[in-house]
């Protein structure tokens, strides 16, 4: 008799605790609609409904994000945010000033983040001393990818110096072949500016000019001449480059219709999605100059109602910098896992080459904060020299020009 009322009595306080546990809901926005970008994301679905969750998808298409924080802002406005938020770089701290984000400390405490994620990484997730963003990964964003056969056909070796470089594109496109297959919308003339910016400049001129906004190195002689680098570059794409996204450009490296991309390692996501293979059907290399600029995808949590989105917002945070994730995600990803403490065996060697790299301009004082994928500068002011770069890339303005522009509207910025 006793046993059956405390069975009867714990079976109540079980159906009890079931009820008041909320089933964890998110709505998560993001951008990865690319076919390497949607198999990655993919894995964070089946994780958070292998866990319970219920995933519902809000896709904002436009590679490097800028629809996707349009969107962001008009619900944030209408006072309706989603739950959890593919958000990066300082944006992460303006969205934190607004007073919308969630304090995700409790699960980065539990899950011992602190000892797991470099400092470096940590300080870019971190508002006013409390953890706000959750990392999923390490984009490098300075490679150049190449069509492995088309750069043999022609006899030309991945590019070590700039001047190499237009030497090979000067012989691809005598050969009839587009020497950079590049998508004409803003983030990817940055993406390219940034990544000659920093060979041209090398590491310390890029952060004087992109990190620290010092005017000297933004009216320098060096940056003229990455201006006239960028000229070069608008002659070796071709006619319909306008509008393009990035993974049809990626494409027509794959196909063979074009020889190189620069742009970050989500291309390298194309290609293995493709069934490509690094080494032999495509290569890569890290941009002619030293240093590495990384681009860290993170997701930020914004305040909402109810128990059962503050659980989807644990679980997904939890899972985001979980083991498990961070290795599969980067797998399909491109990128190289946040955490310090995933084994890179299964990983290509262009991911182990960034590791490594990353690591060594860790030491060296090279490892630099991409600006073209927002996480050097706030939106004003790297939003200002992104207009200048494509104003210049599409029109027929001098490299003196588009200094004197430049110099203008990152001072009008601040
Ligand atoms: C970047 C982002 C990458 C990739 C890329 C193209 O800004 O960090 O994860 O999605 O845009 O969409």
Redesign the pocket.
């Known amino acids: 008799m006793k046993t059956s009322v405390f069975a009867a009595v714990s079976a109540i306080a079980v159906t009890g605790a079931m009820t008041a546990v909320a089933e964890p809901q998110a709505e998560v926005l993001h951008?990865?609609t690319?076919g390497g970008?949607a198999k990655s994301v993919a894995v964070l679905q089946q994780e958070f409904a292998d866990n319970g969750g219920t995933w519902t998808d809000m896709p904002v298409a436009?590679?490097?994000?800028d629809a996707a924080m349009t969107a962001l802002r008009a619900r944030v406005l209408s006072g309706n945010a989603p739950t959890a938020v593919q958000l990066?770089g300082p944006a992460i701290q303006e969205w934190y000033e607004e007073g919308v984000l969630a304090d995700i400390s409790s699960v980065a405490e539990a899950e011992g983040w602190a000892d797991v994620l470099p400092a470096s990484i940590a300080g870019h997730m971190m508002c006013e001393g409390t953890w706000c963003a959750a990392p999923v990964?390490v984009?490098r964003v300075d490679w150049i990818w190449a069509n492995a056969d088309v750069l043999e056909a022609n006899g030309i070796a991945m590019p070590t110096t700039w001047d190499e470089f237009n030497a090979a594109a000067d012989k691809l496109a005598a050969a009839g072949v587009t020497p950079l297959a590049h998508g004409g919308q803003a983030?990817q003339d940055a993406t390219v500016f940034e990544a000659v910016a920093l060979g041209i400049l090398g590491a310390d001129g890029f952060r004087k000019a992109f990190v620290e906004l010092d005017m000297d190195t933004l009216k320098s002689d060096e940056m003229v001449a990455v201006f006239d680098q960028m000229r070069k570059m608008r002659g070796y794409v071709d006619d319909n480059f306008s509008g393009r996204d990035?993974n049809l450009a990626t494409a027509m490296v794959m196909n063979g219709e074009a020889a190189f991309q620069i742009m970050?390692d989500?291309a390298k996501g194309e290609f293995l999605a493709a069934g490509k293979a690094p080494g032999e059907d495509f290569l890569c290399a890290s941009v002619p100059g030293d240093g590495f600029l990384y681009?860290v995808?993170s997701f930020a949590m914004f305040n909402v109602d109810g128990d059962d989105k503050k659980a989807g917002q644990d679980l997904l945070a939890k899972l985001i910098v979980g083991q498990n994730f961070q290795k599969v995600f980067n797998l399909n990803?491109g990128?190289i896992p946040a955490r310090v403490d995933v084994a890179l065996d299964d990983f290509d060697s262009c991911a182990r080459l960034s590791a490594k790299d990353m690591n060594e301009s860790s030491d060296n004082g090279s490892l630099l904060p991409s600006y073209a994928?927002?996480m050097a500068l706030r939106g004003a002011q790297s939003g200002a020299i992104t207009d200048v770069v494509t104003a210049h890339f599409n029109s027929d303005m001098s490299s003196a020009d588009a200094v004197n522009m430049l110099v203008d509207a990152v001072a009008n910025s601040m």
């Open positions: 951008w990865w690319s970008e436009g590679g490097g994000g990066k990964n984009h983030w990035w970050g989500w681009n995808d990803k990128s994928h927002g």
